[in-house]
C-alpha cells in the first residue's frame, strides 16, 4: 500500500506540528527546518515533505538560504531514486542555479556559483540513474573530489545507493552476469558477496547471480479483450462515408 506524499515515518512531532500550521510560512522556522536535514543525513532517514517546505521558504526569503543545505536535500533525493524527489527539488530553486555554468547570461550574485557547479554536478548522477547506467554513475561519484564533498554529510551514502539499485534490478530482473553486477554495485570479492548474499537475499551460482522471484519481476501473461459492439462498430464506419454539409 502506497504512502501519502507529505508522510515520514521517523518524522519528529514538533516538525509535523509547524508543516501542519501556519508556522511552514515563518521565516524563522528555516533553521529548525535546516537542523531537521541534518538529522536525516546523520540518522539515514529522509522527509522529502519537509525538505520541499524547507526550499519554499527558501524562495521567499533567500537570504537565508544555505547551499549546503539545499545540496543535502538533493543528495538524500538521490538516496530514494526512482522517485521524483530529485526534479521537485530543482523544481524551486532559482533558475540561475539551475543554468549550466558555461552557457549563464547572468552572472550570479558572490557565492552563488559553487552552488551552481554543485547542482549542475548532482543532476549528472541523477540522470545517470535515471537511465540505469550504475556503473557510469560510481565512475563519475569518484571522477571529482567535489563529488566527495557533496555527499560527505550524508551518513552511509555508498550503501543507500547500492540498496537503491539492487531494488530496482529485483524489481526487473531475474538473472545477471556476476560480472555486470559488480560493477553496478561498485563491489567485489568478498565484499560483493556479502552485500548479494547477506543484504539482498540473492544467490550466487557461479558467474550468474540469481534474484528470487517477486511480484514486480515475475512474467505473467496479459489477456485484452475489447468490449465492442457490432453496431457501434458500424456507425464509426458509416461516419466515415459522410459527406460534409
Known sequence: ?????????????????ILNGLDRYNPETTAVFQDYVMQQCENQTYDCYSNLALLKLYQFNPHLTRDETITNILVKSLTVFPSPD???????????????????????????????????????????????????????????????????????????????????????LREIERSILESWL????KEFDH????????????AKIKVP???????????VTENVKFDQFARVIKRAYEQPA
Open 1 to 17: 500500500m502506497s504512502r501519502p506524499f507529505d508522510y515520514a515515518a521517523d518524522r519528529p512531532e514538533h516538525i509535523d506540528q
Open 186 to 189: 561498485n563491489l567485489s570479492d
Open 86 to 172: 530529485f526534479s521537485l527539488g530543482l523544481s524551486l530553486l532559482p533558475p540561475h542555479v539551475l543554468a549550466p555554468l558555461s552557457t549563464s547570461t547572468q552572472a550570479p550574485a558572490a557565492g552563488d556559483a559553487p552552488l551552481s557547479e554543485a547542482v549542475q554536478k548532482l543532476n549528472v548522477l541523477n540522470n545517470l540513474l535515471g537511465g540505469a547506467d550504475y556503473a557510469a554513475f560510481w565512475s563519475t561519484l569518484d571522477s571529482d573530489d567535489l563529488y566527495a564533498d557533496l555527499v560527505a554529510d550524508v551518513s552511509g551514502f555508498e550503501e543507500l545507493m547500492r540498496v537503491r539499485i539492487a531494488v530496482t534490478i529485483s524489481q526487473t
Open 213 to 223: 522471484l517477486n511480484k514486480e519481476n515475475e512474467a505473467k501473461g496479459t489477456i
Open 195 to 206: 552485500f548479494v548474499g547477506s543484504v539482498c537475499g540473492w544467490n550466487i551460482d557461479g
